[in-house]
């Protein structure tokens, strides 16, 4: 006679038997596959049809980054499910989130500085290829402002928090008396409670609204721009070749007499991947290359991020004579220790422009008398005509040169380093994530392996796991029987003890 040894207590049990004698545990798991027993298949299924539909947002801007952030999307979605890691993860779901981020909205941030009125604002408005910013004569741009490529044109305005007011109102300096004065014409008090610790305001506007929007918030007229921290502005209809990745920051003036303000200015050049100094060609003084010179002074770990672009170049007497002799004393002065190391990165790097000037020729079936006129006096300078030379004139205005530089040698390079950093970052978290997985053991890699699986290897797991399904749903079925043959069994065999006991009783009686 064979016998069947328990799995739980190696009891000795008689192959007659169906549970084990000793502690009553089922004798004939042969037929059943324990592992798919144990699994928890269902979930399995789940997790599979998940990966199979995970949304993936397309990375326009490299293939490889693309490939990365697919990859990483469907781990996020395995390990996001209940019981799969993230709730013991919190620091690799919080890199995983700023990962996709990173991919999804690579930031290249240029900012344009300088003192007031040097034409900032207009320079923008001629990379941008529309007036946006608030160009008037007098001081204008007072907050701080984002441009960036959005499928949708918004705003997006932050307010000052109180802490952050309160400590914006103890800098003021001693030369803020025209600060206060103008704060209490336009009776800033009133208004403060409105903005103050007010949450971001976000408003989906049309492309040609952006303009007057900005003026309430950013120019000085008004009194709601006190209380404006950052205004972001989205536009929808940047050229397709506009590198998605660049933000240009629109600032106001480094020289600020409220200090707080003008620290939140340095504080941007110091991220910033790239800088704008924008002084006037007319008149190069000592101030501007001292602000010239705080600007390295706050960009000390990169210097080539620095670029001076003279502006007004239209207005010097003979452009093109003066700006050659304008730029031989910049490239001297601007080379040495405390600013660029080489005299040909100075000369790479110190530009002109006549921002002004492009935008009237790009400008030129709308513009009105004036622009006309001062467009037509320019030309006069190279005796072109207009409308037929144009596009020379625009030529002359060095916009696109500055454009190039901002397409071809920052936005290039910054993919480069990105792409490094997106890299290494992408090593880390999958790295984290086996590291779990070898924590779930076989099920999570399974899934990990499945996660990068082609659709075809997705159809074949899943058939798979219908095979397994099914096999113990036959297994359900055997053990089902199983059951009801032992119940059959004990009822019979208590029916024939009940039976003699009953005979037993009855012969007593007797
Ligand atoms: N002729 C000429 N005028 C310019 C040029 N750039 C700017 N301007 C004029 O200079 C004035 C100031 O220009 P903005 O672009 O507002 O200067 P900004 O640096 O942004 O000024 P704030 O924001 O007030 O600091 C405006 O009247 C512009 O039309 C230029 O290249 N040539
Ligand atoms: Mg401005």
């Known amino acids: 006679m064979g016998k069947i040894i328990c799995g739980h207590c190696r009891f000795e049990n008689r192959d007659t038997r169906n549970f084990c004698e000793k502690c009553g545990t089922f004798l004939r798991t042969k037929n059943f596959d324990k592992t798919a027993y144990e699994l928890p298949e269902v979930k399995m299924m789940r997790v599979v049809e998940n990966l199979l539909h995970v949304p993936h947002?397309?990375?326009?801007?490299?293939?490889?980054?693309?490939a990365c952030s697919e990859k990483v999307e469907r781990l996020d979605s395995l390990f996001r499910i209940p019981g799969m890691g993230a709730e013991n993860n919190a620091a690799l779901v919080q890199d995983v989130k700023d990962f996709l981020n990173l991919c999804r909205n690579p930031e290249f941030q240029i900012a344009f500085v300088g003192t007031i009125k040097t034409g900032k604002s207009t320079?923008?408005?001629?990379?941008?290829?529309?007036?946006?910013?608030?160009?008037?004569?007098?001081?204008?741009?007072?907050?701080l402002t984002k441009f960036r490529a959005s499928p949708r044109d918004y705003v997006k305005i932050t307010f000052y928090t109180k802490s952050e007011w309160d400590k914006l109102w103890a800098s003021r300096t001693e030369?803020?008396?025209?600060?206060?004065?103008?704060?209490?014409?336009?009776?800033?008090?009133?208004?403060?409670?409105?903005?103050?610790?007010?949450?971001?305001?976000?408003?989906?506007?049309?492309?040609?609204?952006?303009?007057?929007?900005?003026k309430i918030w950013s120019s000085s007229k008004h009194a709601e721009?006190?209380?404006?921290?950052?205004?972001?502005?989205?536009?929808?209809?940047?050229?397709?070749?506009f590198p998605p990745q660049v933000v240009f920051v629109d600032t106001p003036g480094l020289s600020d007499p409220v200090a707080y303000r003008s620290e939140l200015t340095k504080e941007y050049i110091r991220r910033a991947n790239a800088v704008f100094v924008c002084i006037d060609a007319q008149k190069i003084q000592?101030?501007?290359?001292?602000?010239?010179?705080?600007?390295?002074?706050?960009s000390s770990d990169d210097k080539s991020k620095v670029h001076i672009i003279a502006t007004h170049w239209d207005v010097l007497n003979d452009p093109e004579t003066d700006w050659k002799e304008q730029k031989d004393y910049l490239v001297k002065r601007l080379t040495g220790k405390a600013f660029f190391e080489k005299r040909e990165h100075a000369a790479e790097?110190?530009?002109?422009?006549?921002?002004?000037?492009?935008?009237?020729?790009?400008?030129?079936?709308?513009?009105?008398?004036?622009?006309?006129i001062a467009l037509k006096r320019f030309a006069?300078?190279?005796?072109?005509?207009?409308?037929?030379?144009?596009?020379?004139?625009?030529?002359?205005?060095?916009?696109?040169?500055v454009m190039k530089v901002i397409r071809e040698k920052l936005a290039a390079n910054y993919?480069?380093?990105?792409?490094?950093?997106?890299?290494?970052?992408?090593?880390?978290i999958t790295y984290n994530f086996n590291r779990v997985a070898k924590e779930k053991k076989d099920l999570m890699s399974e899934l990990m392996a499945a996660s990068s699986s082609s659709q075809q290897e997705l159809d074949r797991k899943i058939s798979e796991q219908q095979t397994k399904r099914d096999e113990v749903k036959h297994s359900a079925e055997q053990l089902r029987e199983i059951i009801k043959q032992v119940k059959f069994k004990t009822r019979t065999r208590a029916d024939i003890i009940c039976g003699k006991l009953r005979l037993k009783l009855s012969e007593g009686k007797r």
Not at 125 to 138: E, H, I, P, Q, R
Not at 286 to 298: L, P, W
Not at 415 to 427: A, D
């Open 175 to 214: 030369g803020a008396s025209a600060f206060m004065r103008e704060y209490e014409e336009l009776q800033g008090d009133k208004h403060k409670d409105k903005w103050i610790n007010k949450p971001p305001l976000y408003k989906q506007i049309s492309n040609d609204d952006i303009e007057d929007e900005l």
């Open 415 to 428: 993919k480069k380093l990105l792409s490094r950093e997106i890299q290494s970052k992408y090593r880390n």
């Open 123 to 143: 320079l923008i408005n001629a990379l941008l290829g529309k007036n946006y910013a608030s160009m008037a004569v007098t001081p204008e741009t007072a907050a």
């Open 380 to 401: 006069l300078n190279f005796e072109y005509d207009l409308p037929a030379d144009l596009h020379k004139l625009k030529e002359k205005t060095n916009v696109a040169a």
């Open 57 to 66: 947002e397309p990375i326009n801007w490299d293939k490889f980054i693309d």
């Open 349 to 372: 790097n110190i530009m002109h422009s006549a921002a002004f000037i492009y935008n009237l020729c790009r400008d030129y079936d709308s513009l009105d008398k004036k622009g006309r």
């Open 286 to 298: 000592r101030e501007e290359i001292e602000t010239i010179s705080s600007v390295f002074a706050f």
């Open 225 to 241: 721009h006190y209380f404006v921290k950052e205004i972001e502005v989205g536009i929808s209809t940047l050229g397709k070749d």
